[in-house]
C-alpha cells in the first residue's frame, strides 16, 4: 500500500524501454499509408486498425507520406530504429505497390495493396464481386439495359468491375455493349460527361446505369435532372464507395456497394499479430503469404 501511494504521489511511470529490452517485445505496429490518414472516406481503414490494436494493448504509429518516395523510405527506417514489432503499408486505394525492401526486415502486411510476386500477406477489398453484385441488383430489379460509367484507368478497381458487371450480365444471356459504356476519370465532372454520352442520344436510353465510384454517380445525377430523367422512376442508379458524404446525402440516397475499410484495417492487424507471434516461436514461415479479399457489402437506398 505504501508503494502505491508512492506511484500516486510521485506520478511515476515504468520505463517502457527497459521494459520492451526485457520481454523483447515493444508492443508497437509501425503503420505507413500514402494518403489515407487525411482521406475522409478512408479514414475508417485507420479506425479498424487502431481499435484492434488497442484491443491487444499495441500501440499503432502513423506516418502519413503524402506519396513522397523520400518520406515513406525514412518513416520505414525510423520504425524499425524504433523496434517496432510489425509494419502495416497501406494505400489509399487498391493497387500494385514497390514497398521499401528493408520493410520485410519485420513482419509486414499490406493493406489495400499488393505485391506482383505475392511474397507479402495483403488484404484488399472484392472488385470483381462487388461489380457483379452492383449489377446483379440491378438485373434483379428487371432492367436488361445497363450503363456503365468507368475509370477509364485499368487500376484493379477497374478492371475487377468491369469483370463483375460483364458477368453479371453473361449470367442473364445479356450481351456486352459498348455503346453503353462510357470512360472517364474519377470525378463528378467526368460523371457528368459520361452520363450526356450515355442518356443524350437519339433511341432507346438504357434505364439503369451502374458507376465506377459515388463521385461519378453524383455527375450522372446532375445530368439526368438536366435532361429531365427522373432517379429511380427513368434511370435506377448504382454507385461504388459508400462515401457518407455524398451517397447518404444526395437525393434520392445512393444504392452503392461499399468497401470495407474498416474490415480491412482490423484483418491487417490481426495478420500483423499472427504473424508476429509465429515469428517468436518458430521463425518465418516459409509458406504462401495469404492474399486475402473481404466483401463489398449492397447498402440500399433510394436510387434503385
Known amino acids: 500500500d505504501k508503494i502505491w501511494a508512492a506511484v500516486r504521489e510521485l506520478g511515476y511511470r515504468p520505463n517502457a524501454i527497459a521494459r520492451n529490452l526485457r520481454g523483447q517485445s515493444t508492443n508497437t505496429i509501425g503503420f505507413i499509408s500514402d494518403e489515407i490518414a487525411t482521406t475522409p472516406f478512408a479514414v475508417r481503414i485507420l479506425q479498424g486498425a487502431q481499435n484492434y490494436a488497442?484491443?491487444?494493448?499495441?500501440?499503432?504509429?502513423?506516418?502519413?507520406?503524402?506519396?513522397?518516395?523520400?518520406?515513406?523510405?525514412?518513416?520505414?527506417?525510423?520504425?524499425?530504429?524504433?523496434?517496432?514489432?510489425?509494419?502495416?503499408?497501406?494505400?489509399?486505394?487498391?493497387?500494385?505497390?514497390?514497398?521499401?525492401?528493408?520493410?520485410?526486415?519485420?513482419?509486414?502486411?499490406?493493406?489495400?495493396?499488393?505485391?506482383?510476386?505475392?511474397?507479402?500477406?495483403?488484404?484488399?477489398?472484392?472488385?470483381?464481386?462487388?461489380?457483379?453484385?452492383?449489377?446483379?441488383?440491378?438485373?434483379?430489379?428487371?432492367?436488361?439495359?445497363?450503363?456503365?460509367?468507368?475509370?477509364?484507368?485499368?487500376?484493379?478497381?477497374?478492371?475487377?468491375?468491369?469483370?463483375?458487371?460483364?458477368?453479371?450480365?453473361?449470367e442473364k444471356e445479356i450481351p456486352y455493349d459498348e455503346a453503353l459504356v462510357a470512360f472517364g476519370s474519377?470525378?463528378?465532372?467526368?460523371?457528368?460527361?459520361?452520363?450526356?454520352q450515355i442518356f443524350n442520344q437519339p433511341g432507346p436510353l438504357p434505364t439503369a446505369a451502374f458507376c465506377y465510384n459515388d463521385r461519378i454517380a453524383m455527375g450522372a445525377y446532375d445530368t439526368l435532372r438536366k435532361l429531365g430523367l427522373s432517379i429511380p422512376e427513368d434511370v435506377a442508379i448504382v454507385g461504388f464507395d459508400n462515401q457518407d458524404l455524398i451517397a447518404a446525402e444526395v437525393q434520392p440516397g445512393l444504392t452503392t456497394m461499399a468497401l470495407p475499410h474498416y474490415q480491412m484495417g482490423q484483418w491487417a492487424v490481426e495478420q500483423l499479430l499472427n504473424l508476429i507471434k509465429t515469428e517468436n516461436q518458430e521463425g518465418f514461415s516459409s509458406s504462401l503469404p495469404t492474399q486475402h479479399v473481404l466483401p463489398c457489402p449492397l447498402i440500399k437506398r433510394n436510387s434503385t
Open 186 to 196: 474519377s470525378t463528378q465532372a467526368s460523371g457528368r460527361e459520361m452520363a450526356d
Open 54 to 170: 488497442w484491443e491487444h494493448k499495441k500501440l499503432l504509429l502513423t506516418v502519413n507520406t503524402g506519396g513522397d518516395s523520400e518520406i515513406r523510405d525514412a518513416a520505414v527506417n525510423m520504425l524499425l530504429e524504433r523496434q517496432v514489432d510489425g509494419i502495416i503499408y497501406a494505400t489509399m486505394y487498391h493497387r500494385q505497390v514497390n514497398p521499401p525492401q528493408q520493410i520485410r526486415e519485420v513482419p509486414a502486411v499490406l493493406l489495400d495493396c499488393f505485391v506482383e510476386d505475392r511474397s507479402l500477406p495483403s488484404v484488399v477489398p472484392d472488385e470483381l464481386h462487388g461489380g457483379y453484385e452492383a449489377t446483379k441488383h440491378l438485373l434483379d430489379q428487371g432492367h436488361t439495359s445497363i450503363a456503365f460509367l468507368s475509370e477509364e484507368r485499368p487500376v484493379p478497381a477497374q478492371v475487377g468491375r468491369m469483370a463483375g458487371y460483364k458477368q453479371a450480365l453473361a
